[in-house]
T-cell receptor, first 112, second 113 residues
């Protein structure tokens, strides 16, 4: 079972920042938070992951609260091509026994 | 690298027939995952391998499903016999280590009639 809860959907205007929230109140100390997205009819695509520090890459920023019970994925300048389902995932297990379990995700719609 | 390659992209088969889905992971990746996606159940992890060894097959729905990884560059997911409720998109993904980012293939859309 997924250990995260996300809103069902949200939208934002093109060019604005998209802030996607995620709750993971039962996360354990050594479990990472991962974000993937799935554009219609394609396979999921990795975005970013983190443990407790904030992370940034060329795609997005990940802000994790100090108690690690929630996080926010930030797309700084959303484009129409960012319209997709975004999955927040807590990776369960360690090493070779680690696995990604996807929940329902949040559908982000970027409007012109 | 061409990424994770799955074949076929589309498969239509009759109920009761055997179906074999194929996956070629990214060269050098040691972990391989099979997922199934339906509207009702979303993305489900079926089984994953590490260094060609099945680590967790708890997501395999029934004995009709089996998966093999005979070598580091090839894996199959077989359904025998197939049923209409097996209709779904099946994704294969690979990663260099289990905790690294996973790269997904384009999926195989299976329709069982």
């Amino acid at each position: 079972d997924a250990k995260t809860t996300q809103p069902t959907s949200m939208d934002c205007a093109e060019g604005r920042a998209a802030n996607l929230p995620c709750n993971h109140s039962t996360i354990s100390g050594n479990e990472y938070v991962y974000w993937y997205r799935q554009i219609h009819s394609q396979g999921p695509q990795y975005i970013i992951h983190g443990l407790k520090n904030n992370e940034t890459n060329e795609m997005a920023s990940l802000i994790i609260t100090e108690d690690r019970k929630s996080s926010t994925l930030i797309l700084p300048h959303a484009t129409l091509r960012d319209t997709a389902v975004y999955y927040c995932i807590v990776r369960v297990g360690t090493g070779a026994n680690s696995k990604l379990t996807f929940g329902k995700g949040i559908t982000l719609s970027v409007r012109p | 690298d061409a990424g994770v390659i799955q074949s076929p992209r589309h498969e239509v088969t009759e109920m009761g027939q055997e179906v074999t889905l194929r996956c070629k992971p990214i060269s050098g990746h040691n972990s391989l995952f099979w997922y199934r996606q339906t509207m009702m159940r979303g993305l489900e992890l079926l089984i994953y391998f590490n260094n060609n060894v099945p680590i967790d097959d708890s997501g395999m729905p029934e004995d009709r499903f089996s998966a093999k990884m005979p070598n580091a560059s090839f894996s199959t997911l077989k359904i025998q016999p197939s049923e209409p409720r097996d209709s779904a998109v099946y994704f294969c993904a690979s990663s260099s280590i289990p905790t690294d980012e996973a790269f997904f293939g384009q999926g195989t859309r299976l329709t069982v009639v």
